[in-house]
């Protein structure tokens, strides 16, 4: 009887040690050895990478312990050099381990081919939206005698009159060739000192008047980009599609 109730001590001693030892493995594996495997709260902050190019960029990113990888993918900027940095992820200022790899998406070498609109019969403003809305730039406004005032005539891409479906590469100049509407109607011109070019250009055009010499000039009392002259006055009568030449300070 006595040697039983021995062994079964001895049994639940071994337990109680094996379960020790259990917890006190399991505490060390999760507080000591998981944190220093996996560098706890060792943290590098992302730097913004925008405008960089890949160069610049590729040396950053190993300088700061971090690593790297170009997508497959492109983008294209006609305002930034050649592989300059498009987008990255993860985004900069965030918080990632020492090693993280973060993906980056390059200015493409070639401008990607646009199909070019039909634009022929549409008010200038709305044009001038759709332009920018596909990543074209608006060109020269060439005036001509037309009863349609500010409706465009024709589009040209390098002097040459395209036609809808023609391809040009994104961030093309396309001029417009434009009606002036002349007639005998009469027209306020509207007041624009304050303004900002964009803004005057805007007000202009949908006035019925067309946009004439723009002149950039130092100013005391007008803030850099806001137009502080402009003639005719504003007030005066003036024939529809007459132009109408602004001021602008610079700095």
Do not use: C
């Not at 502080?228 to 529809?240: N, R, S």
């Amino acid at each position: 009887m006595s040697s039983s109730i021995s062994s079964f001590k001895k049994i639940i001693v071994t337990i109680l040690i094996i379960f020790g030892l259990s917890v006190l493995l399991g505490f060390l594996f999760l507080k000591i050895y998981l944190p220093l495997y996996t560098n706890h709260g060792e943290t590098v902050s992302v730097p913004d990478l925008s405008g960089y190019t890949f160069e610049e960029a590729s040396s950053l990113l190993e300088s700061t312990g971090l690593q790297y990888e170009v997508s497959i993918d492109s983008g294209f900027n006609a305002e930034l050099p050649t592989h300059a940095i498009l987008k990255q992820i993860p985004e900069a200022n965030a918080q990632v381990k020492s090693g993280r790899k973060i993906y980056l998406t390059l200015n493409a070498q070639n401008a990607p081919m646009l199909k070019m609109p039909n634009l022929v019969n549409s008010l200038l403003k709305n044009v001038q939206e759709t332009l920018a809305n596909m990543g074209l730039q608006r060109g020269d406004i060439i005036y001509v005698p037309d009863i349609g005032i500010n409706v465009v005539l024709e589009q040209r891409y390098r002097g040459v009159s395209i036609p809808e479906g023609f391809e040009v590469p994104k961030g093309a100049r396309i001029d417009l060739v434009v009606g002036d509407g002349l007639g005998n109607q009469y027209l306020q011109v509207p007041n624009l000192i304050g303004m900002g070019e964009d803004e005057a250009e805007f007000v202009i055009l949908g006035s019925g008047l067309r946009v004439g010499n723009k002149n950039f000039s130092s100013n005391d009392t007008i803030p850099a980009g806001k137009v502080f002259l402009q003639t005719p006055a504003a007030g005066q009568e003036v024939k529809t599609g007459e132009p109408i030449d602004i001021w602008i300070s610079k700095d």
